[in-house]
């Protein structure tokens, strides 16, 4: 199984900050497949980056993914107030699909 | 508009069984895998299982192999998950979601996910 790690647990910035989160995987990621979540509270998550680095259907472009092999990260160019929230990565590369513990954005 | 909604959820003593449903509309149902995952009060999300477009394959995490059984109605567009043998650890909300497999050259159980139901609760509790 692959093990996803991601960090840091919570970042505490203000809006219009740069967020930059870490998911590293145990082994590398066959093609790159690596997907990220956003999850509100009640809500259900949302699909924003697939294949590492394409963002999903509607995504404003202030998100974007990078990185390869074992190490991914998310950056949101400039945190809106809706941005406040928990992420999670995902791999696809590997049986069974795992999840990253999750990195929360809160407001400073 | 491309949709999922789950119902069936509810409380259950330990030991007990329940079946989740999941209605899809908006898209063709069968060019898709589907997927349960779960997310224990407030803990972070866990894959429970997929099954292929035909149905005729599918796939489960070990913690829920041999008491859970996932299935789909393709002229139906519903997808289910008989659960059974239900303990404390399986109280969550569980959500459907639509599966990506990103090539053909890939197996169905390589896939992102990229339309979720809001969830359906499940408690297991005496």
């Known amino acids: 199984e692959i093990v996803l790690t991601q960090s840091p647990g919570t970042l505490s910035l203000s809006p219009g900050e740069r967020a930059t989160l870490s998911c590293r995987a145990s082994q590398s990621l066959t093609s790159n497949y690596l997907a990220w979540y956003q999850q509100k509270p009640g809500q259900a998550p949302r699909l924003l980056i697939y294949?590492?680095?394409t963002r999903a259907t509607g995504i404003p472009d202030r998100f974007s993914g990078s990185g390869s092999g074992t190490d991914f990260t998310l950056t949101i160019r400039s945190l809106e107030p809706e941005d406040f929230a928990l992420y999670y990565c995902?791999?696809?590369?590997?049986?069974?699909?795992?999840f990253g513990g999750g990195t929360k954005v809160e407001i400073k | 508009e491309v949709q999922l909604l789950e119902s069936g959820g509810g409380l259950v003593q330990p030991g007990g069984s329940l079946r989740l449903s999941c209605e899809g509309s908006?898209?063709?149902?069968?060019?898709?895998?589907m997927s349960w995952v779960r997310q224990a009060p407030g803990k972070g999300l866990e894959w429970v299982s997929v099954i292929s477009g035909s149905g005729g394959s599918t796939f489960y995490a070990d913690s829920v192999k041999g008491r859970f059984t996932i299935s789909r109605d393709n002229s139906m567009q519903t997808l289910s998950l008989q659960m059974n043998s239900l303990g404390a650890a399986d109280t969550a909300v569980y959500y459907c979601a639509r599966g990506v497999i990103p090539s053909d050259l890939d197996p169905y159980y390589y896939y992102y996910m990229d339309v979720w139901g809001k969830g359906t609760t499940v408690t297991v509790s005496s």
């Open positions: 995902q791999q696809y590369g590997g049986s069974p699909l795992t």
């Open positions: 908006g898209f063709i149902f069968f060019n898709y895998a």
């Open positions: 294949g590492a680095s």
